[in-house]
């Protein structure tokens, strides 16, 4: 798992480490500058003669980047390194140029920055205060329209919103970040970690206290939460899930979303619905019609104007209230959702229909507002539902109970696909039913089985057709697949 902490909690965690004089900026660069020579010699075979662009701050963000550049320079590459301030970090200018680099003023250097094989950017890190300023601002503005080289950023993107992923001005987009101690929130955050690249992680021991901001799960946390079936488990104790989906005008999304789950591996699927013809005769396993339950799926291809779907829906909440059964609410289930309901009810939406479900209940926001900062409203709309909140796009974030909040980056851009929503319903609403008697006893779990759902979805994308189109239904065909491969890798 990937957890991140805040740069305060960083800080603090740095605090003794310093006053006990352990050297973490000479760990710091030194681990940078290992990963920059690796990526030369990746790149052009040698670290020797490589242009290195340096970008510097005012701040130990400049420092460590300038003591790797001295790293890199006495192997030989030419190091030049961009000042946008008079203030530049003493023992890390001194350090270059005693290994032979050189300091120029950024309008002097920028061509040189455009055209050099890395370009390090250590304007800022984690103390940055709002967006880029000044000098530094004009710089990045200049190298964004396009640089030969790799960009690596040191710590952080410069100038993003460190704690809170948001872009509050400039920033230079990083094919690779190299971050200190910990990840930091605003890596694993929308908009901000759009222009993180492949993040690693520099292990300083930092004895870090606290809850972390941000997880992310790997495929391994999947694997351990996945409902593997013991020896003697039989249909009814691996879970019943019921899917109330589809329409005569939408029967795709009834098939997709079953199709899902049956695929994701549950006891038995029931589907309540006017398609159940067609659902059985794509999904011969589907049973039709209403019988017990551990667990929904709610509201893919459902409108909320279809009276018999939405009373089939109405009468299920009542289980979902009165026994605590788990449920997926997804689609036009969402302008059904009761007025609170607990964290065992996963709320799917993606950043329009949450904008739809925030102002229906007195938030004034629209679509661009939800992109622009989705944990804040995300975590809004868990605080006026109750519900878990699994928002969707290219990062799936999920906001559940217990502060809990993961981040999900496994998607390729593909999945941004029509019935994509529905095979993520199907999926997830498995898992819910799996798990059902673990979710009763601590209905918070519900939030970490979301975010293994998106996982595993964009797992599944990726397998159905490494980097190219995807079909949603060729993504819900992946599924056994992608889900044996994480259980045989753990
Ligand atoms: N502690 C340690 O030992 C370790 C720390 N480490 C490293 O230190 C980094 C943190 O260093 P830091 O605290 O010096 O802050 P940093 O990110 O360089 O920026 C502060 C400077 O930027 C300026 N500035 C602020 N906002 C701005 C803006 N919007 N636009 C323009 N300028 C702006 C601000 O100026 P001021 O506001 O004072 O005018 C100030 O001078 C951390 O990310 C990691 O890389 C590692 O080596 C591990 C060990
Ligand atoms: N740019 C993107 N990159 C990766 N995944 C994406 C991107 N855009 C959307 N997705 C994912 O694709 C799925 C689309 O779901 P949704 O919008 O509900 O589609 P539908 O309603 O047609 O089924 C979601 O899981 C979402 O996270
Ligand atoms: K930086």
């Given amino acids: 798992m990937l957890l991140s902490w805040t740069s305060s909690q960083v800080r603090a965690a740095e605090e003794p480490l310093l006053a006990a004089g352990v050297p973490l900026m000479d760990r710091a660069a030194f681990a940078l500058a290992t990963q920059v020579a690796a990526l030369l010699r990746?790149?052009?075979?040698?670290?020797?003669?490589?242009?290195?662009?340096?970008?510097?701050?005012?701040?130990?963000?400049?420092?460590?980047?300038?003591?790797?550049?001295?790293?890199?320079?006495?192997?030989?590459?030419?190091?030049?390194?961009?000042?946008?301030?008079?203030?530049v970090h003493g023992a890390g200018a001194a350090a270059l140029r005693a290994a032979g680099g050189r300091l120029v003023a950024a309008d002097e250097g920028a061509a040189w920055a455009a055209d050099a094989d890395v370009v390090l950017d250590g304007l800022l890190g984690i103390g940055a205060t709002g967006g880029l300023r000044g000098v530094a601002a004009d710089l990045v503005e200049r190298?964004?329209?396009?640089?030969?080289?790799?960009?690596?950023?040191?710590?952080?993107?410069?100038?993003?919103?460190?704690?809170?992923?948001?872009?509050?001005?400039?920033?230079?987009?990083a094919d690779r970040t190299v971050t200190f101690g910990a990840a930091k929130p605003g890596l694993l955050l929308p908009p901000a970690s759009?222009?993180?690249?492949?993040?690693?992680?520099?292990?300083?021991?930092?004895?870090?206290?606290?809850?972390?901001?941000?997880?992310?799960?790997?495929?391994?946390?999947?694997?351990?939460?996945?409902?593997?079936?013991?020896?003697?488990?039989?249909?009814?104790?691996?879970?019943?899930?019921?899917?109330?989906?589809?329409?005569?005008?939408?029967?795709?999304?009834?098939?997709?979303?079953?199709?899902?789950?049956?695929?994701?591996?549950?006891?038995?699927?029931?589907?309540?619905?006017?398609?159940?013809?067609?659902?059985?005769?794509?999904?011969?396993?589907?049973?039709i019609g209403v019988g017990r339950v551990q667990a929904w799926?709610?509201?893919?291809?459902?409108?909320?104007?279809?009276?018999?779907?939405?009373?089939?829906?109405?009468?299920?909440?009542?289980?979902?209230?009165?026994?605590?059964?788990?449920?997926?609410?997804?689609?036009?289930?969402?302008?059904?959702?009761?007025?609170?309901?607990?964290p065992h009810v996963v709320l799917t939406p993606h950043a329009g229909e949450l904008a739809r479900l925030l102002t229906t209940r007195g938030e004034h926001v629209d679509r661009a507002g939800v992109e622009a900062e989705p944990l804040r409203w995300a975590r809004r709309a868990?605080?006026?539902?109750?519900?878990?909140?699994?928002?969707?796009?290219?990062?799936?974030l999920v906001v559940g109970a217990q502060s809990a909040v993961y981040s999900q980056a496994e998607a390729p851009s593909w999945l941004a696909t029509a019935g994509a929503g529905d095979v993520l319903a199907g999926l997830l609403g498995a898992l819910l039913?799996?798990?059902?008697?673990?979710?009763?006893?601590?209905?918070?779990?519900?939030?970490?089985?979301?975010?293994?759902?998106?996982?595993?979805?964009?797992?599944?994308?990726?397998?159905?057709?490494?980097?190219?189109?995807?079909?949603?239904?060729?993504?819900?065909?992946?599924?056994?697949?992608?889900?044996a491969a994480l259980l045989a890798d753990a």
């Fill in 297 to 342: 799926v709610f509201g893919p291809g459902v409108s909320p104007d279809d009276a018999s779907q939405r009373r089939r829906i109405e009468h299920a909440f009542e289980g979902v209230r009165e026994r605590g059964e788990a449920a997926v609410c997804d689609a036009g289930a969402l302008e059904l959702l009761p007025a609170h309901v607990g």
């Fill in 143 to 173: 190298l964004s329209v396009g640089v030969r080289g790799l960009v690596v950023a040191v710590d952080t993107p410069s100038g993003i919103g460190v704690d809170d992923g948001a872009l509050p001005g400039p920033v230079l987009a």
């Fill in 382 to 396: 868990h605080e006026l539902t109750g519900a878990t909140v699994l928002l969707k796009g290219p990062v799936t």
């Fill in 42 to 87: 990746e790149r052009l075979g040698r670290v020797g003669g490589a242009h290195v662009a340096i970008l510097v701050g005012p701040g130990n963000n400049g420092g460590d980047a300038l003591f790797a550049g001295a790293h890199l320079a006495r192997r030989g590459a030419a190091v030049r390194a961009l000042t946008v301030d008079e203030r």
């Fill in 194 to 287: 759009a222009t993180v690249g492949q993040l690693s992680v520099v292990d300083l021991g930092l004895d870090l206290a606290g809850a972390p901001a941000i997880a992310r799960l790997d495929d391994a946390d999947v694997a351990g939460l996945w409902p593997v079936p013991p020896a003697d488990a039989h249909k009814y104790t691996r879970g019943v899930l019921g899917v109330v989906a589809g329409a005569r005008r939408y029967p795709g999304a009834a098939v997709l979303s079953t199709t899902a789950a049956v695929l994701a591996g549950v006891g038995m699927v029931r589907y309540l619905g006017d398609v159940g013809d067609l659902v059985v005769a794509r999904r011969p396993e589907v049973v």
């Fill in 433 to 483: 039913a799996g798990r059902a008697d673990d979710i009763h006893e601590d209905p918070s779990l519900a939030a970490a089985l979301a975010a293994a759902a998106a996982l595993v979805h964009g797992r599944a994308a990726h397998r159905a057709n490494p980097g190219g189109p995807v079909a949603a239904r060729a993504v819900a065909v992946a599924l056994p697949e992608t889900i």
